[in-house]
């Protein structure tokens, strides 16, 4: 089974690579490539800043008749993103950075110029050592002393650095400790004191209401023992004035209950269904019974509270009669 991805290729005996057509391009043709500007810069036609780091799609050619050392130099062109002015720059090998050529000029950067104003130096400098010996004895004491100021700083930051290492850290720690538990002390008494005040607070309301509650006390308060049966709560009179013409409409109408003889006639005894059976033997000795035994059931009628009830029932009679 043949392989899926094959890279290898077949080629015939008579393969001729020499036969293959060149494609002639010009050597200043150009590419399409996307690159990112690589310093910040400012357009010459509308003042627009373009920062080092934005990405352009831009078009790539090499520079004719110019090169570093057998490497070929490269020239870009941009567009302005507000304007769309085109701008240029190329390699620069030498520098290892890039030049700004047309359409835009380079922001100042402090650090390209402290580094050629350091070449700089350095190389006066050895232009003045090379014909001037007394130059260079100079130079050399600057370099010493210079060389003992360092060594003495180093040696005072070695000492600090020293004096830190000898710190005791568990005094630290126990010094600490102690501030944090001065600290919770304080809390605890602040706790403690408005408790005692919240306290002190409520203890005060409960002296104002044992005040009250003893001044109520000392009011006189009705007799219990006065009451000598549990009925007499339904015979007592709690509101005396409203119920006065209620009595006096109940006198009016029927009287009081406590005179027996005015009820003693309005009670009326039930008549009972003699026996057939009996009627005609026993009705000469029930006429004489019920003759001699009509006054004392009329009395014992008079005396019962059920006989006191019909009476009352025989009075609304009469009287909405």
């Known amino acids: 089974m043949s392989e899926r991805k094959v890279l290898n290729k077949y080629y015939p005996p008579d393969f001729d690579p020499a036969k293959i057509p060149k494609l002639k391009l010009p050597k200043d043709r150009q590419y399409v490539v996307r690159l990112m500007a690589p310093f910040n810069m400012r357009c010459k036609t509308c003042g627009e800043y373009i920062y080092k780091g934005k990405k352009f799609n831009a078009r790539k050619e090499t520079v004719q008749n110019e090169s570093y050392l057998g490497l070929p130099i490269f020239r870009f062109y941009i567009k302005c993103t507000r304007c769309l002015a ?4 190329k390699t620069d090998p030498e520098n290892t950075d890039y030049t700004m050529e047309h359409g835009a000029t380079r922001n100042f950067q402090a650090e390209k110029l402290l580094e050629e104003e350091e070449k700089r130096m350095q190389k006066e400098r050895e232009e003045e050592e090379l014909n001037n010996p007394m130059k260079v004895l100079e130079n050399r004491t600057k370099d010493s002393k210079l060389e003992m100021e360092v060594l003495e700083n180093l040696q005072e ?3 600090l650095n020293q004096r830190q290492a000898n710190v005791d850290f568990e005094a630290m720690l126990k010094q600490y400790k102690e501030l944090e538990e001065e600290q919770r002390r304080k809390e605890q008494e602040e706790d403690e004191q ?11 309301r409960r002296l104002l209401v044992d005040s009250d ?3 109520e006390a000392a009011k006189p308060l009705p007799n219990p023992t006065a009451r000598t049966k549990p009925t007499d709560i339904l015979q007592e009179d709690p509101q005396p004035q409203s119920k006065k013409p209620r009595t006096e409409s109940w006198e009016r109408s029927v009287g009081k209950l406590s005179t027996k003889a005015q009820l003693a006639g309005l009670v009326a005894r039930r008549k009972q269904k003699a026996d057939p059976a009996l009627d005609n033997g026993l009705e000469t000795r029930g006429t004489t019974a019920n003759t001699g035994s009509l006054p004392a059931a009329a009395a014992a009628a008079a005396t019962s509270s059920l006989g006191l009830l019909g009476a009352y029932s ?5 009287t909405s009669d």
Do not use: G, V
């Not at 085109?86 to 720059?89: A, L, N, Y």
């Not at 408005?194 to 005060?204: D, F, G, I, R, V």
């Open 194 to 204: 408005e408790m005692k005040a919240m306290l002190e607070q409520a203890q005060n």
């Open 314 to 318: 025989d009075s609304e009679d009469s």
């Open 157 to 159: 930051l070695k000492e």
């Open 86 to 89: 085109e701008i240029t720059f």
């Open 213 to 215: 509650s003893d001044e």
